[in-house]
């Protein structure tokens, strides 16, 4: 079972995280990094998929309870390993390098629908992105 998840988007520290309700109390922050991936502005949350060529920047926890954590998150996202093809997101385990150069192992969600018109953020940085505009 992974210790680690990683946030790219409205589950990250500034944001309000209504999402991480009861699932908090179960996450340590360990740092920022980057994971191999693309993303877009779907709107009101944003979008990471895979892409050799770019990099997402998130915030990466300890989960303490993963089991809890990752139902509720998998909930939350809209993820079902029993049918992928419904999912909105799917779960995967995926390297992230940390600020410091060390590369761990997190649970990371990557959007899995159409992406239709959304905005690519070339920044890779959803923080980042908001601020500027």
């Given at each position: 079972m992974p210790k680690l998840v990683f946030f790219y988007g409205t589950l990250m520290t500034p944001f309000?995280?209504?999402?991480?309700?009861?699932?908090?109390?179960?996450?340590?922050?360990?740092?920022?990094?980057?994971?191999?991936?693309?993303?877009?502005?779907?709107?009101?949350y944003p979008a990471a998929v895979p892409d050799p060529d770019s990099q997402?920047?998130?915030?990466?926890?300890?989960?303490t309870h993963p089991v809890i954590v990752l139902r509720a998150l998998d909930e939350l996202e809209g993820y079902?390993?029993?049918?992928?093809?419904?999912?909105?997101?799917?779960?995967?385990?995926?390297?992230?390098?940390?600020?410091?150069?060390?590369?761990?192992?997190?649970?990371?969600?990557?959007?899995?629908a159409t992406l239709g018109r959304a905005e690519r953020i070339p920044s890779g940085d959803y923080l980042e992105y908001l601020r500027v505009r």
């Open positions: 309000n995280r209504t999402g991480r309700t009861g699932i908090d109390r179960h996450l340590v922050y360990k740092g920022r990094g980057t994971i191999t991936a693309a993303l877009f502005d779907l709107g009101i997402v920047w998130g915030e990466v926890y300890e989960m079902r390993p029993s049918e992928l093809e419904a999912s909105l997101y799917t779960r995967r385990l995926t390297p992230v390098t940390m600020e410091d150069g060390a590369v761990v192992s997190a649970s990371a969600y990557f959007y899995n």
